[in-house]
């Protein structure tokens, strides 16, 4: 069983609605869980970060974060085309072995 | 604040042949992780450098080796080079090996 599974899509949705991304990972040791964007050719961008459980929001995008069923999602509203991306889940420990994980990633497309 | 620059962009190798890739971290960055991603297996871990010593390794073949030097700039080699090789080769830098890695936007390695 992988540390961290991501469903890689891909998934389509039509332009304004809202996209839900998840993770689910084993290692209760994670403390930082991260999305980042990775456009095709380009390098992963970070768009979101939060330590431990909660939510976080940043316009349009809302991380969050529950570590008693170990699961992470993303949530984007009113999506746009310009979403459109492959979209990576990471998580990290700090304590014991330090570990940076990543999921394999979502393939977003975004319908005009 | 200069983002994560890594060079070339892109190569164009031959079997048989090696090739040295530079990563020059954000600027106070001292941490430095490699990454290969192909479309079949995503993001592998390479290895990690903190304070010129290798932290972490992933499990990759003895052919690809690293180092980082001591205003922190990195550069990883790949002897021997195989078909299999050709990938999207990724550098992260991040304040200390715990804290959130920034990708640069990768080297594009094709080996022929």
């Known amino acids: 069983q992988k540390e961290v599974e991501q469903d890689p899509g891909p998934l389509s949705v039509p332009e304004g609605a809202i996209v839900s991304l998840n993770c689910t990972y084993s290692?209760?040791?994670?403390?930082?869980f991260m999305w980042y964007r990775q456009y095709s050719r380009k390098g992963p961008e970070l768009l979101m970060y939060?330590?431990?459980?909660g939510n976080k929001e940043d316009g349009r995008f809302t991380a969050q974060v529950d570590k008693s069923s170990k699961y992470i999602s993303l949530f984007i509203r009113d999506s746009q085309p310009s979403d459109s991306a492959t979209y990576l889940c990471a998580m990290s420990a700090s304590s014991g072995t330090y570990k940076y994980i990543f999921g394999t990633g979502t393939r977003l497309k975004v319908l005009a | 604040k200069a983002g994560v620059t890594q060079t070339p962009r892109y190569l164009i190798k031959t079997r048989g042949q090696q090739v040295t890739l530079s990563c020059s971290p954000i600027?106070?960055?001292?941490?430095v992780s490699w990454y290969q991603q192909t479309p079949g297996q995503g993001l592998q871990f390479l290895f990690e450098?903190?304070?010129?010593?290798?932290?972490n390794k992933g499990n990759f073949p003895g052919r690809f080796s690293g180092r980082q030097f001591s205003n922190s700039r990195s550069e990883m080699n790949v002897s021997t080079l195989e078909l299999g090789d050709s990938a999207l080769y990724l550098c992260?830098?991040?304040?200390?090996?715990?804290?959130?890695?920034?990708f640069g936007a990768g080297t594009r390695l094709s080996v022929l």
């Open positions: 450098y903190f304070s010129e010593t290798q932290r």
């Open positions: 939060t330590y431990s459980s």
């Open positions: 600027s106070g960055h001292r941490s």
């Open positions: 290692n209760s040791a994670f403390q930082y």
């Open positions: 992260a830098s991040s304040p200390t090996p715990q804290n959130i890695q920034y």
